[in-house]
C-alpha cells in the first residue's frame, strides 16, 4: 500500500465509484478504498437477512417472505431518466455492457387526494383527468410550446428570452392554473420546491423536455429505466471500469484516516498502520466529518407487500410523486415501488420506498400521507438520516468531498453533483459527446 497515488478516493457509494471510474479513464492513477467489506456505501442494496440486521438488530426475517437472496433492497432507491444525464455517463464509459437495464411502467403524481398518470406529450394532456377540458387546451399549447422549443432558433422562441423571464411569467401566458403548475412543476420537471417559479424558465423547459424524451425512447409508460438487480449494480460496475483502466480497490479498510502537511494540503492516506501518499482525496462526507456540516435529513419508510401500489394500472415499477402544496409541506415526498419484475425481490414481492425531507423528528407521522397510498403492506422500516454537503474550500486542502443524497427518487440531482466535482477535480468539464467506446475500439 506504501504508493504514490494521483487520487485516493474514500468510500464506494455510487458518486465516488463514477468518480473513480472517470479519473481512472482519464489515465490518472486511483486507489479506491472503503471502511466496509461491501460496495455502495450510503447506497448500498441489502438482501433480507442484512435488512433486518441493520434495522430489527438480531431478529430474523420471518420465512413467508421468502429466500432472503432473492432480496436487493436499495438503500436509496432512485429511477433513472432514461435520455438523462447519468444514461449518458453511463454509455460515455461503456459502463452499460455490465448492467442491464429494464423501463419502469409508470410515472405518478398525487392530486386532491388521488394518484393520475402524469402527462408528459400534449395528446396525453388532452386525456388527463388532472384537467377540465378548457384548461387541457391550454395546457396542450403550453406542451407544445415546449417540445418546439429550441434554445438556438429564435422563431421558436415567441418573442421570449428563457434566460430572463421566470417560470411563473411564462406559465402565466398560457393561462395555467395552479394546479396544473403543481404538476407540471414537480411530476415532469422534478422540481422539489417552488423556488423554480421565481428563476430563469430555461431550466423549467428543459427539464420538462428531457421528461418528453426519456418517455419517447423506450415507448413506455415513463420516462424512467432501473437496472436489473437494483442500485447496487451501478458502483461496482464503475468499479469495474476503474480497474479496466489501473485503479486498485480495497474493501475493509478500516480507520481509513485522511493525512495532511502543514499548510493543510492532503498528503495520503493511512490505514492499519500504512499510508499510501497522494496529492488530492475523493470522498463521502463520513471519512472527513470536520469538513462537512449538516444541511437537512431525510426520513423514509421501506415496506414489503404483496400487491402493487393501488390506483397505478398495476405497475410492477412506478413512481408517484407528491407534491408539497398538496400535503401543506414545504418539500416534495417522493413514492417508490419495485418488484420482483426487476429481480429486487421473489415472485409476488414488492417493495416500495417513501421518502422526504424531513420536517420533524417523527418520520412514522411525516411519511403518513405516501404510507396511506401503500395499501397493506407486511413489513415496514422507518429511518431517519441527516444530510451533509462540504463546507472546505478544496483548492486550498485538495479534499473534494460529495453532498449526501437528497430525498428525491430519480438521479438527475446526484449525477449534477458528481459532474460538478469532476470539474473541480480535473479543471474541465466532462465531454458526454464523445463516445468512448467508439474510441476504444477505434484503439484496437
Not at 499510508?275 to 471519512?287: E, G, H, L, N, Q
Not at 400487491?307 to 407528491?322: A, E, G, K, R, Y
Request: glycine share 6%.
Amino acid at each position: 500500500m506504501d504508493e504514490e497515488y494521483d487520487v485516493i478516493v474514500l468510500g464506494t457509494g455510487l458518486k465516488e465509484c463514477i468518480l473513480s471510474g472517470l479519473l481512472s479513464v482519464d489515465g490518472l492513477k486511483v486507489l479506491h478504498m472503503d471502511r466496509n467489506d461491501y460496495y455502495g456505501g450510503e447506497c448500498a442494496s441489502l438482501n433480507l437477512v442484512q435488512l433486518w440486521k441493520r434495522f430489527r438488530g438480531d431478529d430474523k426475517p420471518p420465512a413467508h417472505l421468502g429466500s432472503s437472496r432473492d432480496y436487493n433492497v436499495d438503500m436509496v432507491p432512485k429511477f433513472m431518466m432514461a435520455n438523462g444525464t447519468l444514461v449518458r455517463v453511463l454509455i460515455h464509459t461503456d459502463v452499460t455492457k455490465y448492467l442491464y437495464f429494464k423501463a419502469v411502467d409508470g410515472s405518478f403524481v398525487y392530486n386532491k387526494g388521488k394518484v393520475h398518470k402524469v402527462p408528459a406529450t400534449d395528446m396525453e394532456a388532452l386525456k388527463s383527468p388532472l384537467m377540465g377540458l378548457f384548461e387541457k387546451r391550454r395546457a396542450r399549447k403550453f406542451f407544445i410550446y415546449v417540445q418546439d422549443y429550441n434554445e438556438s432558433d429564435p422563431k421558436t422562441h415567441e418573442g421570449m428570452d428563457l434566460t430572463r423571464v421566470t417560470t411563473r411569467d411564462l406559465i402565466a401566458k398560457y393561462g395555467l392554473d395552479d394546479n396544473t403548475v403543481d404538476f407540471i412543476g414537480h411530476a415532469v420537471a422534478l422540481n422539489r420546491d417552488d423556488r423554480y417559479l421565481d428563476e430563469p424558465a430555461l431550466e423549467t423547459v428543459n427539464r420538462m423536455k428531457l421528461y418528453a424524451e426519456s418517455v419517447a425512447r423506450f415507448q413506455g409508460g415513463s420516462p424512467y429505466i432501473y437496472p436489473l438487480y437494483g442500485l447496487g449494480e451501478l458502483p461496482q460496475a464503475f468499479a469495474r471500469l476503474s480497474a479496466v483502466y489501473g485503479g486498485t480497490y480495497m474493501l475493509n479498510k478500516p480507520e481509513c484516516k485522511v493525512e495532511f502537511n502543514d499548510e493543510g494540503k492532503v498528503i495520503g492516506v493511512t490505514s492499519e498502520g500504512e499510508t499510501a501518499r497522494c496529492t488530492k482525496v475523493v470522498c463521502d462526507p463520513s471519512y472527513l466529518p470536520n469538513k462537512v456540516r449538516k444541511v437537512g435529513k431525510v426520513a423514509r419508510a421501506i415496506a414489503i407487500m404483496s400487491h402493487p401500489i393501488p390506483n397505478t394500472n398495476d405497475s410492477h415499477s412506478v413512481q408517484v410523486i407528491l407534491p408539497q402544496k398538496q400535503l401543506g409541506r414545504r418539500s416534495d415526498m417522493y413514492l417508490f415501488c419495485c418488484s420482483y419484475s426487476h429481480n429486487v425481490a421473489p415472485k409476488g414481492k414488492f417493495i416500495a420506498f417513501v421518502s422526504t425531507e424531513a420536517e420533524t423528528d417523527h418520520p412514522e407521522t411525516e411519511l403518513k400521507p405516501g404510507i396511506d397510498l401503500l395499501g397493506p403492506v407486511e413489513e415496514i422500516f422507518f429511518d431517519i438520516y441527516d444530510r451533509y454537503e462540504p463546507v472546505n474550500e478544496p483548492s486550498l486542502d485538495n479534499c473534494f468531498i460529495s453532498t449526501s443524497y437528497d430525498a428525491t427518487t430519480h438521479f438527475e440531482s446526484t449525477v449534477m453533483d458528481v459532474l460538478n466535482m469532476y470539474t473541480l477535480i480535473t479543471g474541465k468539464v466532462l465531454d458526454l459527446s464523445v463516445d468512448l467506446s467508439a474510441a476504444s475500439a477505434a484503439e484496437e
